[in-house]
Each structure stands twice: as structure tokens, then as C-alpha cells.
């Protein structure tokens, strides 16, 4: 099959302020930006270039901000943990809930405009061995 996941878009009340975010939190660049869009792109040059799905934040009107818990989102896996969430707070995101069981090994974020993702915890190293 010849087929690729180009991009994975995000509606944004500001997608210039998503990306910045974004591009802080995954260390990613962001390669192309008008008042309608912002693009993300993994660091040029990396193993992750051209092969990971790019980001792109669209604009939509301000009443259509969100208002449900997302359908798609993002599990990002660090190797630290708490260390990770410590940072991504510090650069606008939050915990949140979406009734998620006390003892789950991921935390639920929500970036600046409220979409979720998961911090997953990091790999052991048994599982780190097995790749």
C-alpha cells in the first residue's frame, strides 16, 4: 500500500501560541506560519525527519473553543516522568482528569487550550532491552 499520514491537525483559537507550545514541549521546529496556520515539524535532521506525521494547528473562531474530551490525542512516553510533567506545566499545560482510575502509570495533561494527552511512564530497562 502506498500510503502516509502526512499531518495530524489540531483546531486552535490561536495556532501560533499551539505551536510555540508544542514546538517547547517536543523539541520540534516549527517550519511554516501565517495567521491561519502553524506548522510543526520534528528537528531537522533527525531519525524522526520525514518519517513522523508533521503537526498543524488551524485556526477557528474563538466560540468554537473546545468543549469535550478529545477523540484523538497524544500518548508522549518520557524517561522521566515527573520531571516531564514538571516542565510541560511550567510551560503552560496542566494535569487534568478524564476519569482516569488513581492507579493508572500515565498522567492526563491538557495543553493550553484543553486538548488531553498522555504522559505515559518511561520504559524499564527490561523493556528498553527488548528493542
Not at 518519517?51 to 508522549?76: G, Q, S, T
Not at 492526563?108 to 518511561?122: H, I, Q, S, W
Request: aromatic share 8%; hydrophobic share 45%.
Amino acid at each position: 500500500m502506498s500510503i502516509r499520514v502526512q499531518c495530524v491537525n489540531y483546531d486552535a483559537i490561536d495556532p501560533a501560541a499551539q505551536a510555540r507550545f508544542w514546538a517547547d514541549v517536543l523539541g520540534w521546529r516549527i517550519t511554516f506560519e501565517n495567521e491561519k496556520e502553524s506548522v510543526l515539524e520534528p528537528p531537522e535532521g533527525s531519525p524522526e525527519d520525514g518519517i513522523v506525521p508533521d503537526i498543524l494547528f488551524l485556526r477557528v473562531p474563538a466560540d468554537e473553543a473546545k468543549a469535550v474530551k478529545n477523540r484523538v490525542h497524544m500518548d508522549l512516553r518520557p524517561e522521566d516522568q515527573a520531571a516531564e510533567e514538571a516542565r510541560i506545566v511550567a510551560l503552560g499545560g496542566r494535569r487534568t482528569s478524564i476519569g482516569q482510575d488513581e492507579s493508572a502509570s500515565w498522567i492526563v495533561m491538557a495543553d493550553p487550550e484543553g486538548n488531553e494527552f498522555c504522559l505515559l511512564r518511561a520504559f524499564t530497562a527490561e523493556e528498553l532491552a527488548s528493542f
